[in-house]
């Protein structure tokens, strides 16, 4: 199509080539000693993000100006009713896990009302919701830190052959997620919208119900993010979901989906997620200050997307 | 009846504004006096001036991600370096506006989405602020103090800072040929091109102007609250995409308002106090600020509706 994306072949490879890279250079640091480590707390914490990650790049598919803020707000959401209906009882797990998930139908729901009956962009549609959102978990927090439920929380700190639960968890979902986008006709169907929703609603493709899906599917897959991530901590904090915000936009983007919509990638998202944070502990391992640290992840970010995301081919 | 339908795109961010303000002296009426007024709009001067920054860069139809943490960053600089060795911290100040105007050509070059760039543009500019001051501290510059906590006659400073903010903007943006240029890139940018005029130069000037308002912004900040620290204005990136939209804004086409933006900036500011005016509790007051934004774009479309309806009578 592009002599670009003929010579760069499948986008997500680079980051997965600089995740190894990143990977080899910590490993040596530290001698070896704790690469079976770094890799468990690689994958595990990449495990959360690609799962925001995954609904976020729904979401972009759809096209310009398709962002979803309240992710954040909705992981916190989550956790912290889950945690509270759960109330410490192991018998209570799926219940926690329902309820996760009927507050992301929710708050999907919510978001795309506000953006096709008040035509709000949704950029700021997602924002107004967050600030709901944000409210609703604060008054039922009240400060309080409730554990979750044993079985829960060890599921999710624990690993089944060496690899994390969570891992595994977030792997099942992005295969779910890859054959809803490259096999059903509901992804062929965000795609094109993301490509030109004109064209699309010419095309008869049920535009409405296909972005309003997508939204509640990003919603469901943060909250579900949130319910995983409190259980993983051992509780839920207000701001635990805060730097999923542009972390989850950074993983799309630099996995290789097209910010402008209508062109969506999975492996690349993994590929993202593992070499953000592998980035994050090698400049750890090597002593660098907060500072460098937000300063270095910054320009790498800036410099991959130099690399990879020139678009000028296409003209 | 000729009325534009610039005035039009107006009168609903003022409209609320008026409503908000008459909701809170009706509450409070010992606020409708000078010092009242001061305390209510003080902290709307630095996020009008984010407000105003954020706009010039949708008003080539993109989006600063970055803008809070470099309004933090500039806070930083302005309370240590600006008040040490004014000199470097001068020279650090052009540093950031070259670096703006760079961003601005990288991202026209390589026809790269800004909200990635500037997403990228916000670790560095946090890291940055980290760097400068690790925890809370540094003082501001007498002189950044004096003027925010200068007491005119008859109008509080805040007011005549916003009014100038928005006069100066409403010139550069809606009368200067600069301004023209700058709207025209949004609105299409391949016509401006074939016009003859150097598109990478409006945007690289228009990215230099808006990361200029930001720094005033942080200065202004500073002034107000006399010490900075790393996070002090993270909220502004999306406060000010708020305004813009709130003062009748939008994301493409070059369609921004800088009255409107200055408006939607003291809109946002006075919704906190009338929030805390109501004796919401505290749990649900960012909640509230969402409905409020909410309800004001709700009132927005029923007028666009109306305006589009007039037209085609």
């Known amino acids: 199509m592009t002599p670009h994306r003929f010579l760069l072949g499948k986008p997500w490879i680079w980051s997965f080539a600089a995740t190894v890279i990143v990977w080899i250079i910590t490993v040596l640091f530290t001698g070896g000693a704790s690469s079976f480590g770094l890799s468990q707390a690689a994958l595990t914490f990449a495990a959360f993000s690609v799962i925001v990650g995954i609904g976020q790049m729904f979401v972009i598919t759809l096209g310009p100006g398709n962002i979803d803020l309240s992710v954040p707000a909705t992981m916190t959401l989550s956790g912290t009713l889950a945690l509270k209906l759960m109330d410490v009882q192991d018998g209570m797990i799926l219940v926690g896990l329902l309820a996760s998930i009927g507050i992301g139908l929710i708050v999907g729901l919510g978001n795309y009302v506000l953006i096709k009956l008040l035509r709000i962009p949704p950029i700021i549609a997602t924002l107004s919701m967050s600030f709901i959102i944000q409210s609703v978990a604060i008054w039922s927090n009240r400060g309080l830190r409730i554990k979750p439920p044993e079985m829960l929380a060890n599921f999710t700190t624990s690993d089944l052959f060496g690899i994390p639960n969570v891992a595994l968890v977030a792997f099942l979902l992005s295969v779910l997620a890859w054959v809803l986008l490259e096999k059903s006709i509901y992804g062929r169907w965000i795609s094109a919208i993301g490509q030109s929703m004109f064209a699309a609603r010419m095309a008869s493709i049920p535009v409405d119900g296909t972005r309003l899906v997508t939204y509640m599917l990003c919603a469901v897959l943060a909250a579900l993010c949130g319910y995983l991530l409190a259980s993983f901590s051992g509780g839920a904090a207000l701001n635990m979901g805060s730097e999923y915000l542009l972390l989850s936009i950074a993983v799309v983007v630099i996995g290789g989906t097209a910010v402008a919509g209508g062109n969506s990638n999975i492996p690349g998202i993994w590929g993202a997620s593992l070499f953000l944070f592998l980035v994050v502990s090698m400049l750890n391992t090597y002593g660098f200050g907060a500072g460098f640290r937000l300063i270095l992840t910054g320009l790498i970010i800036i410099v991959v997307i130099l690399l990879a995301g020139g678009r000028q081919s296409f003209r | ?313």
Request: glycine share 10%.
């Open chain 2, 1 to 313: 009846m000729k009325i534009s339908s610039g005035t039009i795109r107006l009168l609903i961010p003022a409209a609320s504004l008026a409503l908000l303000l008459a909701a809170v002296f009706y509450m409070q009426p010992r606020a409708m006096s000078y010092n009242g007024l001061n305390l209510l709009f003080n902290l709307a001067v630095p996020i009008a001036l984010a407000t105003i920054a954020q706009m010039l860069i949708m008003s080539v139809n993109d989006l600063d991600l970055s803008m809070g943490t470099f309004v933090s960053f500039c806070a930083c600089v302005a309370a240590t370096m600006l008040q040490t060795s004014p000199m470097l911290g001068i020279l650090i100040f052009v540093g950031a506006i070259a670096a703006y105007a760079a961003i601005g050509v990288v991202i026209h070059v390589r026809e790269l989405p800004s909200i990635v760039v500037t997403l990228g543009m916000s670790f560095v500019w946090g890291g940055l602020a980290v760097l400068l001051l690790p925890s809370p501290g540094g003082t501001a510059p007498a002189w950044a103090r004096w003027v925010m906590t200068a007491k005119p006659p008859l109008v509080p400073m805040a007011i005549v800072a916003s009014i100038v903010i928005a006069g100066v903007t409403h010139f550069i943006v809606m009368r200067s040929s600069f301004g023209v240029l700058m709207r025209g890139v949004g609105g299409n940018n391949r016509s401006v091109q074939r016009a003859g005029w150097s598109v990478i130069g409006v945007r690289a000037g228009t990215y230099a102007l808006a990361g200029f308002f930001a720094i005033l912004s942080g200065i202004a900040l500073v002034g107000l609250t006399t010490s900075a620290d790393a996070n002090i204005a993270l909220r502004y990136t999306l406060l000010s995409i708020a305004g813009v939209i709130l003062g009748g804004g939008q994301f493409v086409g070059g369609k921004v308002s800088p009255i409107g933006a200055v408006i939607g900036a003291l809109t946002l500011t006075l919704a906190g106090s009338f929030l805390s005016f109501m004796r919401i509790s505290p749990d649900w007051q960012i909640g509230a600020q969402g409905a409020i934004l909410i309800v004001v774009l709700a009132l927005r479309l029923a007028l666009n509706r109306l305006e589009k309806r007039e037209k085609s009578l």
